[in-house]
């Protein structure tokens, strides 16, 4: 049971980049799915958090707007595209799953990606 997270990188205020969170030896079918974020010093915050049978998505109002989840059920994929990204979206972000509507926690059985860097920077 493995979330695998990638697409993070290097971009400049005002790009985009579309991040990857692959489940293998599970299905991600009846799973609500979440994208979080955090930068060192402070504490875990929700950005996304989808329902993955019907895509169902709720975001923080920081990213509503620019930020835009979406899935693949054939690849048991969860996808977060982030535009017009601003330098405080730097973090390191995760995907994970039993995330909740109100984006301030997951479930006690969570499953957590291990991490891609997003930096944000001119």
């Known amino acids: 049971v493995q979330l695998q997270a990638s697409g993070g990188g290097l971009v400049q205020p005002g790009g985009s980049l579309k991040l990857s969170c692959v489940a293998s030896?599970?299905?991600?079918?009846?799973?609500?799915m979440g994208w979080f974020r955090q930068v060192p010093g402070k504490e875990l915050e929700g950005d996304a958090c989808?329902?993955?049978?019907?895509?169902?998505?709720y975001y923080t109002d920081s990213v509503k707007g620019r930020f835009t989840a979406s899935r693949d059920k054939a690849k048991n994929t969860l996808y977060l595209q982030m535009n017009s990204l601003k330098p405080e979206d730097t973090a390191v972000y995760y995907c994970?799953?039993?995330?909740?509507?109100?984006?301030?926690?997951?479930?006690?059985?969570?499953?957590w990606g291990q991490g891609t860097q997003v930096t944000v920077s001119s």
């Open positions: 994970a799953t039993e995330c909740i509507e109100s984006l301030d926690g997951v479930g006690s059985h969570a499953v």
């Open positions: 030896g599970f299905n991600l079918e009846h799973l609500y």
């Open positions: 989808t329902r993955f049978t019907d895509g169902t998505t």
